[in-house]
């Protein structure tokens, strides 16, 4: 893969309308997300727009709810023919299971590829102090991130999602084949906002890394395509 297709930008506004005009701003970028604002907004129509465009789908909808919920949830998202598909690993290893098996049958009985099912282990915005004392978990903040993991992998999922600094763990621990996808990357230039344990593209990338979601610094910059240029550019010349 280039570097530019290991780049997901995520699509965080409102409309199909503002969606459109970002995607016609950024001809560049082949990987988009789309996430619970857009989704909930504009339903399924924008996952039909952006495949129209041979662009690839990252569908971020933190799937979380009793086994047979979630399994019905993934099969009906495995019909739109979208890459990725998000649910949170913390919904255990029988809906994680069931999920990815309804998955599979829905998307075959479709006639479309197989997305892959990846585990939310931890979102970005939690840092360790919140996840001690406001969720009273008593692992240390890598450890529960690892945990997550290899839960989602024994469970039969494709791959999770993760901040950058425990990446590099779940490679080393969870092989090469397994994807990682990780938001709560910045360019030097940008500001954190409010992801709290955040790195680099480069260092992400170099950490283990099968992709980066990079939001604001690039849909929110003054030339979104200027700035994803920069971005692609910086982690090359590196």
Aim: proline residues 6%; glycine residues 6%; aromatic residues 6%.
């Amino acid at each position: 893969m280039s570097i530019s297709e290991r780049i997901i930008v995520p699509l965080d506004v409102a409309s199909q309308e503002a969606a459109i005009a970002l995607i016609d701003q950024l001809p560049q970028v082949t990987f988009w997300k789309v996430g619970l604002e857009l989704f909930v907004s504009s339903g399924a129509p924008i996952l039909t727009r952006l495949k129209q465009r041979q662009k690839r789908i990252f569908l971020d909808l933190k799937f979380h709810d009793i086994p047979n919920t979630v399994a019905g949830a993934c099969a009906a998202a495995a019909s739109y023919g979208v890459d990725l598909i998000t649910i949170h690993a913390a919904t255990g290893s029988a809906g994680l299971q069931l999920a990815q098996t309804a998955l599979r049958a829905s998307a075959e009985h479709a006639g479309v590829p197989v997305p892959k099912l990846i585990a939310v282990t931890l979102l970005t915005s939690i840092s360790a102090r919140t996840l001690a004392f406001e969720l009273k978990v008593p692992l240390e903040l890598p450890e529960y991130t690892l945990e997550m993991a290899l839960l989602a992998q024994a469970s039969g999922l494709a791959g999770a999602v993760c901040s950058p600094q425990e990446v590099q763990q779940l490679r080393q621990t969870c092989g090469d084949e397994f994807v990682l996808v990780t938001p709560g990357v910045r360019p030097t230039w940008a500001e954190a906002g409010d992801q709290k344990r955040i790195m680099t593209p480069r260092q992400a990338l170099e950490a283990g890394s099968t992709y980066v979601v990079i939001g604001r610094p690039i849909t929110a910059a003054e030339q979104p395509g200027r700035a994803f240029e920069r971005i692609c550019q910086e982690i090359e010349d590196a």
